[in-house]
């Protein structure tokens, strides 16, 4: 099961977020809004994390434009069988917004 955790001041990313992947993933993907994650100077921030995957947080996405660069990632991310999508397939705003990329959860947290 992918989490991904997104601010609350990006009203309308969570918004397109909530719709497409609840159509198309939601038995694979928890959606979870957030008041804060420390990212108060940037626009928007959002975490993926999922059991034996890199956890990725990306800040200063656009909250409307970098919808559809976030999904498609999210996509790639949930149907990835490895650690990661590797760096040269995720699209340039995904590239550009990676703020950190943290070690795999473990199967049995």
Do not use: G
């Amino acid at each position: 099961m992918v989490r991904i955790s997104a601010t609350s001041k990006s009203p309308a990313l969570l918004k397109s977020l909530i719709h497409s992947l609840n159509n198309d993933w939601s038995d694979r993907v928890i959606i979870k809004p957030l008041s804060c994650m420390a990212a108060c100077r940037r626009s928007c921030a959002v975490t993926l994390a999922a059991n034996d995957k890199l956890t990725f947080i990306f800040d200063r996405l656009s909250p409307v434009e970098s919808a559809p660069e976030l999904l498609e990632f999210i996509e790639q991310y949930v149907t990835m069988s490895q650690v990661k999508v590797p760096y040269r397939e995720r699209c340039r705003t995904i590239q550009q917004a990676t703020s950190f990329i943290l070690p795999p959860l473990s199967s049995s947290s």
